[in-house]
T-cell receptor, first 116, second 113 residues
Framework: DADVTQTPRNRITKTGKRIMLECSQT?????MYWYRQDPGLGLRLIYY???????NKGEISDGYSVSRQAQAKFSLSLESAIPNQTALYFC???????????????FGEGSRLTVL | DQQVKQNSPSLSVQEGRISILNCDYT??????FLWYKKYPAEGPTFLIS?????DKNEDGRFTVFLNKSAKHLSLHIVPSQPGDSAVYFC????????????FGPGTRLSVLP
């Protein structure tokens, strides 16, 4: 089983609908992230959480919200989906770095969202 | 404006030859750099990293070189294998980013048999 699991893997929805993408992890990491990937833009950070009571906006948080239900669960919500939110979404986890090491990210397999 | 750039969207290399993937960054505060590999329908996986206190890090067939004065790093794969065909992302981190990573747009490597 994957250490970082995302559901659903694929979703097609209509403009204005509310969508939730869920992420759960078995790595025991405190830090969790949501990224979106668009062609030619790489991975951009939406939200991140360094522990259950810590939620921070990333580079492109507008139109999104998150919930950290437990150490192992981090959900991303689109309250009213719009077509330019069509993208591949990745959840990731990490541990705090030691010294110069900032800690690698461990990614889920991705959730492809299409907003019509 | 992108802080991490990978100016080659794609690269094709013959099996057995060297693959060189390049990455440029603009923020001089970046002090840690990673390369990730991504296959279709999978999440990115960590490949190799380098701290700004080094100029080279090697792991098997993969070597990353860092030129801080030029704000440039490169990933060398020698010898290239068909299984190396994937999208490669360069990522950079700075302590004043809360240790978050900024990713480049990726380079698609195709290794031809």
């Amino acid at each position: 089983d994957a250490d970082v699991t995302q559901t659903p893997r694929n979703r097609i929805t209509k403009t204005g609908k509310r969508i939730m993408l869920e992420c759960s992890q078995t790595k025991g990491h405190d830090r969790m992230y949501w990224y979106r990937q668009d062609p030619g833009l790489g991975l951009r950070l939406i939200y991140y959480s360094f522990d259950v009571k810590d939620i921070n906006k990333g580079e492109i948080s507008d139109g999104y919200s998150v919930s950290r239900q437990a150490q192992a669960k981090f959900s991303l919500s689109l309250e009213s989906a719009i077509p330019n939110q069509t993208a591949l979404y990745f959840c990731a986890t990490s541990e705090p770095g030691q010294g110069a090491w900032t800690g690698e990210l461990f990614f889920g397999e991705g959730s492809r969202l299409t907003v019509l | 404006d992108q802080q991490v750039k990978q100016n080659s969207p794609s690269l094709s290399v013959q099996e057995g030859r060297i693959s060189i993937l390049n990455c440029d960054y603009t923020n001089s505060m970046f002090d840690y750099f990673l390369w990730y590999k991504k296959y279709p329908a999978e999440g990115p996986t960590f490949l190799i990293s380098i701290s700004s206190i080094k100029d080279k890090n090697e792991d098997g067939r993969f070597t990353v070189f860092l030129n801080k004065s030029a704000k440039h790093l490169s990933l060398h794969i020698v010898p290239s294998q068909p299984g190396d065909s994937a999208v490669y992302f360069c990522a950079a981190s700075a302590r004043d980013y809360g240790q978050n990573f900024v990713f480049g747009p990726g380079t698609r490597l195709s290794v031809l048999p």
